[in-house]
């Protein structure tokens, strides 16, 4: 049971560039969400989604997209990566009836 | 809208009493949580309180709820330097049970 886990951990991008943010989970949650972390300003809701098929747009969406086409995966796109994305990105799921948020470690992400 | 607040930095000694506070705007709020995140990791949940509670204890931890000022505190009793982190306050709603709406976060620093 490997919980959340994201790849990669690590990531430079130059501007322009596209790339795409792994996240997978095993432990069969409906929901799951992108944030990204910036110092002083906690976690923002960038994309979640309550289940297969289904995503909606938290509160920084502009810039990323995300399908969940399985229960297990929900990959973050970055089409054309700008300076201001430069964050540390965390995936996080969550069961139905589960209160806890389960966060994956983290990809950090700089774009030049 | 749903707003977290959090003073960012709190600085204790080695065996006294930390008190990390944090305020919240939605009235609505159903679940109140406290996230730890240690250097370098991902967030790990360290105790919630529902919304029709008033205080919850657990080991150390003792978690304060006021509703009518909408006032949360986190109590970490002989606070260790191993509990040097960032603690992170968050909210969701049963309207937005999905959403989980975090603070900016407090680091708290141990002094030996």
């Known amino acids: 049971n490997a919980g959340v886990t994201q790849t990669p951990k690590f990531q430079v991008l130059k501007t322009g560039q596209s790339m795409t943010l792994q996240c997978a989970q095993d432990?069969?949650?409906?929901?799951m969400s992108w944030y990204r972390q910036d110092p002083g300003m906690g976690l923002r809701l960038i994309h979640y989604?309550?289940?297969?098929?289904?995503?909606d747009q938290g509160e920084v969406p502009n810039g990323y997209n995300v399908s969940r086409s399985t229960t297990e995966d929900f990959p973050l796109r970055l089409l054309s990566a700008a300076p201001s994305q430069t964050s540390v990105y965390f995936c996080?799921?969550?069961?139905?009836?589960?209160?806890?948020?389960?966060f994956g470690q983290g990809t950090r992400l700089t774009v030049v | 809208g749903e707003d977290v607040e959090q003073s960012l930095f709190l600085s204790v000694r080695e065996g006294d009493s930390s008190v990390i506070n944090c305020t919240y705007t939605d009235s609505s709020s159903t679940y109140l949580y406290w996230y730890k995140q240690e250097p370098g990791a991902g967030l790990q949940l360290l105790t919630y309180?529902?919304?029709?509670?008033d205080m919850k204890q657990d080991q150390r931890l003792t978690v304060l709820l006021n509703k009518k000022d909408k006032h949360l505190s986190l109590r970490i009793a002989d606070t260790q330097t191993g509990d040097s982190a960032i603690y992170f306050c968050?909210?969701?709603?049963?309207?937005?049970?999905?959403?989980?709406?975090f603070g900016p976060g407090t680091s708290l620093s141990v002094i030996p």
């Open positions: 309180i529902f919304s029709n509670m």
């Open positions: 989604s309550v289940g297969a098929g289904i995503t």
């Open positions: 968050a909210e969701s709603t049963k309207t937005s049970y999905d959403k989980v709406i």
């Open positions: 996080a799921s969550k069961g139905a009836l589960n209160t806890e948020a389960f």
């Open positions: 432990m069969n949650h409906e929901y």
